[in-house]
Structure formats: C-alpha cells, structure tokens
C-alpha cells in the first residue's frame, strides 16, 4: 500500500485547509484510513479515522472542527479542516491499516495566530 498525501499549507487562524490522501497498490484489506499528526517536541497522535465501513473517529481537540471523509472510486480519504487554530500546526501523516500499518508522507500544516 503507497499512499499519497496533499494539501498542507499556511493558513491563518479561522481559517480552513482540506488534506487529501490517495491509497493505491494492494488496497482491498484496508481496513481504516485516517490522519494522524506531530507538533515539534510532542508525540505523534491521532486526529481521525475512518472505517471502510464509514465508522469514524475523532480526537477531542478536533471534534465539530475536522470531518473526515472518503470517496471509495478515488481511494481517497479527505481531512476538511475548519476554524483552524495555531495548536493545530504540525506535520499531519496520512496512515492506512490492513494486517500491516502504513505511513504516506508527511504534509506541514501551519496556522498563524
């Protein structure tokens, strides 16, 4: 599985950024998707999933702010990030899980206060 993440860049606070994040290669086990992200000096954590059944997951800090979704035709799991704050700057990694766990490189996000 090779995924492919776009759609980093700096926005101001308040503002909105959408990630993208293409799966190709033996995709048919995937069991999830999702975004994960890491702040300098902190460790990496969970921002969203999203089942192959639709099921989805938040972190708390992002809850009513981010919506995750797919668009199985495309194999693409989109990250739409609104009212943004500058706690949400960090390198957000796209992460896909069949038996195995994936990683797709990494895009900066930044929001300036």
């Known amino acids: 599985v090779q995924l492919q993440a776009s759609g980093g860049g700096l926005v101001q606070a308040g503002g909105s950024l959408r990630l993208s994040c293409e799966a190709s290669?033996?995709?048919?086990?995937?069991?999830?998707m999702g975004w994960y992200r890491q702040a300098p000096g902190k460790q990496r954590e969970l921002v969203a999933i999203?089942?192959?059944?639709?099921?989805?997951t938040y972190a708390d800090s992002v809850k009513g702010r981010f919506t995750i979704s797919r668009d199985n035709a495309k194999n693409t799991v989109y990250l739409q990030m609104n009212s943004l704050k500058p706690e949400d700057t960090a390198v957000y990694y796209c992460?896909?899980?069949?038996?195995?766990?994936?990683w797709g490189q990494g895009t900066q996000v930044t929001v300036s206060s």
């Open positions: 992460y896909a899980q069949d038996r195995l766990g994936y």
């Open positions: 999203i089942t192959t059944g639709g099921s989805t």
């Open positions: 290669g033996s995709i048919f086990r995937i069991n999830y």
